[in-house]
């Protein structure tokens, strides 16, 4: 499993993930990777981070240390049931069409893998994320008018 984040202004860090994500190993993450992340790149503090409502991402432990960064970067509310709108699962969309259609397409091993989603990761387009990220406004408003339903999003 991959744990990444990015923003408009820049790649951030992908983590590979080797045992279960429970929320120490999550909190882990974001203390050491999204942390220095959201500082280099939101100098200002006027950060915004997304996440979805992972069973990890929801617990007191976590919840309490966003809480506690609320001076540096906000935490982005997420209603239960909520439709999926996390930009980051079209990242992982295009890294796996990426990755499927490498040749030589099988991994013969967990370690090459890795290497190659590794590269795929740090080869990513500025210009997609970028667009991902301006596409949010006409996200919400396609779900609000959708009123939580279906889009083509």
């Known amino acids: 499993m991959l744990w990444g984040t990015f923003s408009w202004a820049a790649l951030g860090p992908v983590v590979v993930v080797e045992q279960t994500m429970k929320a120490e190993n999550y909190l ?3 203390a050491d990777q999204l942390h220095p992340y959201m500082a280099f790149v939101f100098l200002t503090g006027n950060g ?10 929801k617990t007191r ?9 609320t001076d540096e970067f906000h935490l982005m509310s997420w209603p239960s049931n909520s439709p999926v709108l996390n930009l980051i699962e079209h990242i992982w969309d ?3 069409r ?6 030589p397409p099988p991994c013969p091993n967990i370690s090459t893998l890795r290497d190659r989603c590794l590269d795929i990761w740090y080869n990513l387009s500025p210009v997609m994320y970028q667009k991902l990220v301006a596409s949010m406004p006409r996200r919400v408003a396609a779900v609000l008018k959708a009123k939580g339903g ?4």
Do not use: G, K
């Open 28 to 30: 882990s993450i974001i």
């Open 48 to 57: 915004l981070f997304q996440q979805d409502n992972a069973p990890c991402h």
């Open 61 to 69: 432990i976590v919840l309490q240390w966003f809480e506690e960064h």
């Open 94 to 96: 295009a890294m796996e």
């Open 98 to 103: 990426q990755l499927r259609a490498q040749t």
């Open 150 to 153: 279906a889009t083509r999003y």
